[in-house]
């Protein structure tokens, strides 16, 4: 989580794919009409590399080609090299793990091919290297089958909580009264988010329901508008999702909102921005500091301003404490 304070730094700072289960019965999670919803069940795939060895059948001969991949049943796999094109297609037959391999030679000057067509039984899971063909000067094209077992994947309950579609993200202009531009926020990854705007207030708002809070706001399009007490109000703009970052889709959605008096007076906090200001100002002379020109002027036109400005802001998660059971 960020936190963007903008008196103290704002301005100073500028492979295996799962298929469907053998068989005919209905998938994972779904009802047979006559047993019920059935048992996720395994399922299998192969993964396939095609390859050469030259005639010593060394390692250091050992060339790929066509790639790899995998294949469950109900799918296919096709490898091609300049030499072959080897399509693998599991069988389905209860009880066993079979493939289909299909062997095509490609152009006049290749490998002779041993079987156009076999199959393959890999129910003992064990991998098995089968000859595709031979070439004139004793290279030999090999295929790699490696059988897998994919598990189950067991359906769980859904929990919204996990997306956490309540966390916001801010980089955000922040406007009071809908003609003050009081700042820019950068902060994120909170469900709470709170801005302290000297004479306007100290707000907390968020899309969960909160203790203590009224329904004084709303998100929509990514955009906030939340309204005080005394009818001030707050307007914050590219509102996006922590999870997804980009604006939450739908609404607009209600904001919960505690509006509290903020934390200094318009007056305190000019007096605050001098301070800082000289202070700054002395650190720059002694050269243990190095403050661009133009960050001083938007300080001394703060310290100097009665319009509202940003003093504080910040994010952070919401806790039990804080929201309505």
């Known amino acids: 989580m960020r936190s963007t304070h903008i008196l103290l730094s704002g301005w100073v700072m500028a492979l295996a794919i799962a298929c469907p289960a053998m068989g005919q019965e209905a998938p994972a999670g779904i009802s047979s009409g006559q ?30 080609h066509g790639g790899s991949g995998s294949a469950g049943p109900g799918g296919t796999l096709v490898l091609e090299s300049p030499q072959f094109r080897v399509t693998i297609t599991p069988v389905p037959r209860d009880g066993t793990f079979v493939v289909a391999v299909q062997v095509e030679t490609s152009g ?59 966390s916001m993200n801010f980089i955000s202009r922040v406007i009071v009264n809908d003609r003050d531009y009081v700042g820019t926020v950068d902060m994120s990854d909170g469900e709470i988010a709170w801005l302290d705007i000297p004479g306007v207030g100290h707000v907390e708002f968020s899309l969960l329901h ?3 809070a009224e329904p004084r706001g709303v998100l929509a399009a990514g955009q906030i508008e939340l309204t005080g007490p005394d009818g001030a109000t707050i307007s914050l703009s590219n509102v996006t999702s922590s999870t997804y970052r980009q604006h ?4 607009p959605y209600q904001l919960w909102v ?68």
Do not use: C, H
């Open 35 to 64: 047993n019920g919803p059935s048992a996720p069940k395994r399922t299998y795939s192969v993964n396939a590399k095609l390859f050469s060895l030259g005639s010593d059948q060394s390692i250091e001969s050992y060339r790929g």
């Open 108 to 166: 006049a000057n290749t490998p002779v091919a041993e079987e156009q067509k076999r199959e393959v039984d890999l129910t003992d899971l064990r991998p098995q290297t089968i000859q595709l063909g031979a070439a004139p000067d004793g290279s030999t094209y090999l295929l790699t089958l490696s059988p897998e077992v994919v598990e189950p994947q067991v359906p769980k309950q859904f929990n919204p909580a996990a997306f956490r579609l309540a």
């Open 210 to 212: 909160l203790k203590d």
């Open 248 to 251: 939450l889709p739908g609404g």
């Open 258 to 325: 505690r509006w509290r008096t903020s934390t200094v007076t318009v007056a305190q906090f000019r007096e605050l921005a001098k301070q800082q200001l000289a202070e700054i100002k002395q650190k720059g002379a002694a050269g243990e500091m190095y403050v661009p020109p133009q960050a001083l002027v938007q300080l001394e036109q703060m310290a100097a301003s009665d319009r509202p400005q940003i003093m504080a802001s910040g994010v952070r998660a919401a806790t039990a404490d804080d929201l309505v059971p």
